[in-house]
Structure formats: structure tokens, C-alpha cells
T-cell receptor, first 112, second 112 residues
């Protein structure tokens, strides 16, 4: 029962580099989400996906790209990392209940 | 103004105490409401939904006041294991699906 897994769990990179955070779920949930969590801001939605090949912007999409070629995977790419993208990134999938998101353990990204 | 506002705390209470957290939301079209719990450096997890009539789950009671756009969570007989950050969450319809908007959380520390 793996559930939802994220990788890498920790990443340090430099400004301007491309970084991809991976997210994999084993439940075949249709909806998947990427959030970032920062002190003072709480969790903010970056992108979400309703199904394979269907993605949409959330509250803070700038600087990020997502894709969803398969239901189980929802990678998040920072095309040219900036220091302001230093954060904890959580991937989540939604179960049958509208309000129940299942989160991965998070990916802690530091951009130097 | 943030869409969901919470007192960040921390709330320091002794074991056995009763503690209440409040949350206000700004979007009157908000449809559903939830409390999530997040342990230190862990992912958020759904604690309970909040229904208009109020609902209880063991030592936890959630209440909603739509007229005042106010949600509350009451914890009775606090345990050390209740120490965590409690996130108020509001569901708002936008785009292809309802989106969950998270408050910044209220930190609870239960002291022995």
C-alpha cells in the first residue's frame, strides 16, 4: 500500500537550474495537486490535474510546469529555479470525498 | 485579506484541557469546510469535515456558522499526541473542480 510518493525528498540546487519533482500515486485517483508550503502563507496551490493530459493553473503557477501523461504520475518542473522557489512542495491526490486530499511526504527544495 | 484566516498561536495548554480554534473565511460562496492536522515536518492529513449542523468525532467537535463565515474546532481532554498544527480548509468552486484553500494553521502544544 504505497499510496502517494514524492521524490526527491530533499533537493539543493542553484539559481537557474531546472528541477523536476516527481509524484506517483497507486490509487488511480483522477485528481492530483501540487502545493507549496511557506511560513506565513500556508499551503498554496500551484497546479492541479483532473485526469491524464488535463492540467490547470492554481494560485501560484508562475515559474512551474506540469505534465500528466499517465494517471499515476504528476511531475512538477521548475524550468529555471529562483531563490523564491525555496519551499516545501506537497503533491496530493483526491479520493472519493471532495475534501479528502492524500498528501505525499513532501519535497524540501532549497535554491541557492 | 486572506481567504482563510486563523490565529497562528501557539496555544500552550496542559493535558486534559479544552481548547478551541477559530477560523474565518472571506468567500461567501465557499461550499464545504474541513479541518486538517499537520504534525511537525509531516504532510497534512484530514481530521474531519465540518457540517452546518455541527459534528463530533470523539473528543473533537467542529462547528460552522455560515452567516458569520466562521468555523471552529473544539478539542476536549487534550492529549500530548494532539500537539500539531491545525489547518482550516475551505472548498471553493473554480475552474474544473472545487479547490481547497488552506489557512496558515494554528499551532497547538499540549504540555504534560
Amino acid at each position: 500500500d504505497a499510496g502517494i510518493t514524492q521524490s526527491p525528498r530533499y533537493k539543493i540546487t542553484e539559481t537557474g537550474r531546472q528541477v523536476t519533482l516527481m509524484c506517483h500515486q497507486t490509487w488511480s485517483h483522477s485528481y492530483m495537486f501540487w502545493y507549496r508550503q511557506d511560513l506565513g502563507h500556508g499551503l498554496r496551490l500551484i497546479y492541479y490535474s483532473a485526469a491524464a493530459d488535463i492540467t490547470d493553473k492554481g494560485e501560484v503557477p508562475d515559474g512551474y510546469v506540469v505534465s500528466r501523461s499517465k494517471t499515476e504520475n504528476f511531475p512538477l518542473t521548475l524550468e529555471s529555479a529562483t531563490r523564491s522557489q525555496t519551499s516545501v512542495y506537497f503533491c496530493a491526490s483526491r479520493g472519493h470525498s471532495e475534501g479528502e486530499l492524500f498528501f505525499g511526504e513532501g519535497s524540501r527544495l532549497t535554491v541557492l | 485579506r486572506k481567504e482563510v484566516e486563523q490565529d497562528p498561536g501557539p496555544f500552550n495548554v496542559p493535558e486534559g484541557a479544552t481548547v478551541a480554534f477559530n477560523c474565518t473565511y472571506s468567500n461567501s460562496a465557499s461550499q464545504s469546510f474541513f479541518w486538517y492536522r499537520q504534525d511537525c515536518r509531516k504532510e497534512p492529513k484530514l481530521l474531519m469535515s465540518v457540517y452546518s449542523s455541527g459534528n463530533e468525532d470523539g473528543r473533537f467537535t467542529a462547528q460552522l456558522n455560515r452567516a458569520s463565515q466562521y468555523i471552529s474546532l473544539l478539542i476536549r481532554d487534550s492529549k500530548l499526541s494532539d500537539s500539531a498544527t491545525y489547518l482550516c480548509v475551505v472548498s471553493v468552486y473554480g475552474g474544473a473542480t472545487n479547490k481547497l484553500i488552506f489557512g496558515t494553521g494554528t499551532l497547538l502544544a499540549v504540555q504534560p
